[in-house]
């Protein structure tokens, strides 16, 4: 049997009771301090307790580093992000005296819809002015191209003339020759002159007759030049008479798209101008603007995936699609951009805008441009 066997339950051996004895000083039988033995192998609780901090420490950084990798890692985001959509302003064409308005504030209106109309009186007198105008440089026309038909016709005649008067003074030159030919022997002296003179009268007619042919011909040729300024003063007018009917349907404001009226702006009376916008039309159609750093594209792409939250709702969340990356960061595009190559340059992270669609129909009639948005987009 064991040595430690045959020893009594109630009595402890010398060396086992020096091995489970606790550390420190413990009185002996004199009263004096020994320290008690350790047991061979046996860790300090010291050391344990800076073993368990290193192992915790090691899973904790482990853990921090999965989770890191596996949720942080694969996304981008931002807080610089706004909804945008194709904000319509609506301005008259012409100017006047706002006769009826027949929208109000955020009402929804499809394309083609009375927005506000303009006294019609001035630009319909105008019209009227011009179809008139019209009407009479079409008579001038008109009247033009019969002239040209009389002169046309009087030259003809004058060309008959001319045919006959060349007729008569080739039978005269004729009759005064026989008669020259003839002589004094058969004619008296005062035929011979007769004769000759009417020689030259007819010459002399022929030549009247040439000279008018060629005054109506002239006419010919200033009745085509009035008649090409009457078509152009009936095109003139024709112009007049369309630009009045443009001026006239601008004064029925429509909406040029489908959409809801914002910024309204215009009351019946007023007076507006051409050019001043008077409210604006926001489509249901919206997508997001991400101003993404640069440092954060090195990843990004058309086609991935976008979480969004919305600032307006909370407990919304939306998904979307990136859509495209600018071309250039947004600085280069602003009114001042910078110019690096003066002064002392400070390097800053530049923003490059992100366009971001949405794929949520909830989201194109809750949202409106300028909301603020978070775009989480998965890179990885």
């Known amino acids: 049997m064991n040595a430690v066997a045959d020893i009594p339950e109630t009595q402890t051996h010398p060396d086992i009771a020096a091995l489970t004895a606790p550390a420190g000083p413990s009185p002996d039988r004199d009263g004096a301090n020994t320290m008690a033995v350790r047991a061979p192998g046996a860790i300090k609780p010291g050391r344990r307790r800076f073993t368990l901090i290193a192992v915790a420490a090691v899973l904790a950084g482990a853990a921090l580093g999965s989770y890191y990798w596996a949720v942080i890692a694969p ?3 931002t ?32 394309q083609g819809d009375v927005l506000f109309e303009i006294d019609p009186s001035d630009y319909q007198t105008k019209l009227d002015e011009a179809r008139s105008e019209l009407a009479a440089a079409r008579g001038k026309a008109d009247q033009a191209a019969a002239l040209m038909l009389v002169d046309r016709a009087k030259v003809e005649q004058e060309r008959a003339s001319v045919a006959a008067a060349d007729a008569e003074a080739k039978r005269a030159e004729a009759d005064n020759r ?3 030919d003839v002589g004094s022997l058969a004619v008296s002296a005062s035929q011979l002159d007769l004769a000759a ?25 200033l009745d085509e030049a009035d008649i090409r300024t009457a078509r152009a003063e009936v095109l003139r007018w024709e112009a007049a008479v369309r630009q009045a009917e443009l001026d006239l349907s601008y004064t029925r404001v429509v909406a040029p798209v489908a959409g809801f009226v914002t910024h ?3 009351q019946p009376g007023d007076y507006v101008q051409i050019g001043q916008p008077q409210l604006a039309l926001v489509p249901r159609k919206v997508w997001i ?10 990843h990004m792409h058309r086609g991935q995936a976008v979480a969004i939250t919305v600032d307006a709702y909370p407990n919304l969340k939306l998904k979307g699609r990136v859509e495209s990356v600018q071309a250039g960061a947004g600085a280069r595009f602003s009114l001042f951009p910078p110019e690096n190559a003066s002064g002392n340059y400070v390097k800053v992270v530049q923003r490059v805008p992100v366009k971001i669609t949405l794929e949520d129909a909830q989201a194109q009639e809750i949202l409106g441009p300028g909301m603020s948005v978070v775009p989480e987009v998965r890179v990885r």
């Open 75 to 77: 996304y981008e985001s």
């Open 79 to 110: 807080d610089d992000a706004f909804v945008e959509a194709d904000v319509t302003p609506i301005a008259p064409q012409v100017a006047g005296r706002v006769l009826r308005v027949p929208v109000s504030d955020n009402q929804e209106v499809r």
């Open 178 to 180: 026989r008669f020259h």
């Open 197 to 221: 003179t009417q020689a030259r009268s007819s010459a002399a007619q022929v030549t009247v007759a040439l000279n008018r042919q060629r005054a109506m011909e002239a006419q010919l040729g």
């Open 264 to 266: 309204r702006g215009i």
């Open 289 to 298: 603007i991400a101003n993404f750093k640069e440092t954060q594209l090195a």
